[in-house]
């Protein structure tokens, strides 16, 4: 989804996944159906948080944050890298597009915001350079709760900055957005963006896994035609692309697309089976750079109420279910809505003292029935895979 439906439960109901929550202590691995920690089964389980490292904020609230994702019984957040923009000047700002030039932010209200570990390159106005150890936010209070993060590098949608982003700005405006998984100058420069991140955090055990982006397809926000020629291959080949990218600079992390999981089946008329999305979910779990699969789940949103939502739902998860048993990787439902009663809106939410993250109506707030849900959820799950 856009935005408005990003902030949802990670990992969960009935796609196996393999736990308990911990200090970052080795690397979180994929292991046949399931996830492993050194060489005991690992619960996948938590929320989305995409704007912890985005909105400016302290690290004490950044700590509140995690404190009651992590007192939920989560394990891991899943948050975003992004943004890209034409300029430096929103607070989070990790990456900018001058023209088709590319600029990295690393300073405060960028790269040292979320938090780097281990000393990194700094750079400065005159072009000069020096590698000093800064601030560890986002990460270290990942860190302090027991929480591992799964990083989407880019957003298929407009909101943060994304792929239209490079679109616009290396190709020109207007420009079909599915550019941005052929051309070699956004090719160039989105590795580019990818090599700072990952060469940054690769000794850091916080981190569960890359995924490639928020939700890609053919079509985006501000250009919703494609180029006409963007099929399935067209985003199959990007994933073999980018994964493989990943890997030759980081072989300790889990490398995920970040998907819907839309299937391409043949002969099916369902938007969310014939391949329409340029999403082909098999074809994008049996590459091998690819370590797990990735589903959203929104049925309201989608128009797929036949014979109702919850009877497709759980249809769509027992698909999902049945891609995993047969490429034998794990499979994590990322996301879910209902578009009803907020029920199944569920979403990392708190208020600070001053200002409230941003709630785009797929929340949880704590101390609330839902709340307690994620807790009891969490409980079975880990008594499950122990």
Not at 145 to 168: A, E, H, K
Not at 281 to 308: C, K, M, R, V
Not at 319 to 332: D, E, F, G, I, M
Request: glycine letters at 8%; a negative charge.
């Amino acid at each position: 989804m856009k935005l408005s439906a990003t902030l949802v439960s990670l990992a969960l109901a009935a796609v196996p996944i393999a736990g308990s929550a911990g200090q970052s202590t080795g690397f979180v691995t994929a292991n046949g159906q399931g996830f492993t920690l050194d060489g005991e089964p690992y619960t996948v389980f938590g929320s989305n948080s995409y704007w912890v490292g985005l909105m400016g904020y302290t690290t004490d609230e950044m700590n509140t944050a995690f404190q009651n994702i992590a007192a939920t019984g989560a394990t891991a957040v899943r948050t975003w890298s992004v943004t890209a923009l034409s300029n430096l000047t929103p607070p989070g700002l990790q990456r900018a597009l001058d023209g088709s030039t590319p600029t990295i932010n690393y300073g405060t209200t960028g790269l040292q915001n979320f938090g780097p570990v281990y000393p990194h390159l700094q750079q400065f106005a005159n072009g000069s350079s020096c590698w000093s150890s800064l601030p560890d936010n986002v990460i270290a209070a990942a860190k302090a709760n027991g929480i591992r993060l799964i990083i989407s590098l880019t957003n298929n949608w407009s909101d943060y900055g994304g792929m239209d982003v490079y679109v616009n700005q290396i190709l020109g405006t207007g420009q079909p957005h599915d550019y941005f998984y052929t051309d070699s100058k956004i090719i160039a420069a989105f590795q580019n963006y990818i090599k700072v991140w990952v060469e940054r955090y690769t000794d850091e055990q916080t981190i569960l896994a890359w995924e490639l982006a928020n939700e890609p397809r053919c079509t985006g926000s501000t250009n919703s035609v494609s180029s006409g020629t963007c099929t399935t291959t067209t985003i199959t080949n990007w994933v073999k692309t980018m994964s493989a990218y990943i890997k030759s600079l980081d072989s300790n992390h889990l490398v995920a697309v970040g998907d819907e999981g839309w299937h391409n089946w043949p002969k099916s008329s369902d938007l969310s089976y014939n391949g329409s999305q340029g999403i082909d979910f098999e074809a994008n779990l049996a590459i091998d750079t690819i370590d797990f699969g990735t589903f959203h789940l929104y049925p309201y949103t989608w128009s797929e109420q036949n014979p109702s939502a919850m009877d497709w739902g759980q249809e769509w998860i027992e698909n999902h279910r049945s891609s995993q048993a047969t490429y034998n990787k794990p499979v994590l439902m990322e996301e879910f809505g209902s578009g009803l009663t907020g029920v199944l809106h569920l979403a990392s939410w708190l208020e600070f003292h001053r200002r409230t993250t941003p709630n785009d109506g797929y929340t949880i707030y704590p101390g609330t029935p839902i709340y307690s849900m994620e807790q009891n959820y969490a409980a079975q799950l880990k008594v499950r895979d122990a």
